[in-house]
């Protein structure tokens, strides 16, 4: 089946750990993208990558980091300096074909600070 | 200015009827427009993209788009209690970032 797996389902974080958010897809899509959610809120950009080996700042990305060494593959760490990491993470990929930018989204991993 | 904004709702409809959503963006040049459901604890998913002026229809779904007056709607026909979820607005305001840009969201309830 293609789509998007997110892993853990559940993460819970010490204060001063980091922690890694694993994203994967066999859609074939060259773009991807890391969101987060609060309660009631909508979804706020962190990171997003256009092509394997580059990605680029989102709207919130202090504390974040990034890694795009593969096509299928978009890990993202919450390092220590991201104070509120209390939140629903959202990975999503699109085709990046012509204007559309139709993006399909992972289950989400939920992240606990312990 | 929020750059895509919704009603928080709730909004709050009897089964059967008609349930209309709205969102304004504040970037004209904006191209591509989507709507996703979102039920509590899961990922969103895609309902409806739209690209062009005017209706486009898809079973009881119905996205509407004015770029003149920088809105889009979706309309729900035949509201059933499971279509109760928190609809996402989602725009591209930016296309040099080809990002997506999301509402808030509005929360339906569909009364049985």
């Known amino acids: 089946d293609g789509g998007i797996t997110q892993s853990p389902k559940y993460l819970f974080r010490k204060e001063g750990q980091n922690v890694t958010l694993s994203c994967e897809q066999n859609?074939?899509?060259?773009?991807m993208y890391w969101y987060r959610q609060d309660p009631g809120q909508g979804l706020r950009l962190i990171y997003y990558?256009?092509?394997?080996?580059?990605?680029q700042k989102g709207d919130i990305a202090e504390g974040y980091s990034v890694s795009r060494e593969k096509k299928e593959s978009f890990p993202l760490t919450v390092t220590s300096a991201q104070k509120n990491p209390t939140a629903f993470y959202l990975c999503?990929?699109?085709?990046?074909?012509?204007?559309?930018?139709?993006?399909?989204f992972g289950p989400g991993t939920r992240l606990l600070v312990l | 200015q929020k750059e895509v904004e919704q009603n928080s709702g709730p909004l709050s409809v009897p089964e059967g009827a008609i349930a209309s959503l709205n969102c304004t963006y504040s970037d004209r040049v904006s191209q591509s427009f989507f709507w996703y459901r979102q039920y509590s604890g899961k990922s969103p998913e895609l309902i409806m993209s739209?690209?062009?002026?005017g209706d486009k229809e898809d079973g009881r779904f119905t996205a509407q788009l004015n770029k003149a007056s920088q809105y889009v709607s979706l309309l729900i026909r035949d509201s059933q209690p499971s279509d109760s979820a928190t609809y996402l607005c989602?725009?591209?305001?930016?296309?040099?970032?080809?990002?997506?840009?999301f509402g808030s969201g509005t929360r339906l309830q569909v009364q049985p």
């Open positions: 739209i690209y062009s002026n």
């Open positions: 859609l074939n899509h060259d773009a």
């Open positions: 989602a725009v591209n305001v930016d296309t040099g970032r080809r990002a997506l840009t």
């Open positions: 990558s256009q092509i394997v080996n580059d990605f």
């Open positions: 999503a990929s699109s085709a990046e074909t012509g204007v559309t930018e139709t993006q399909y």
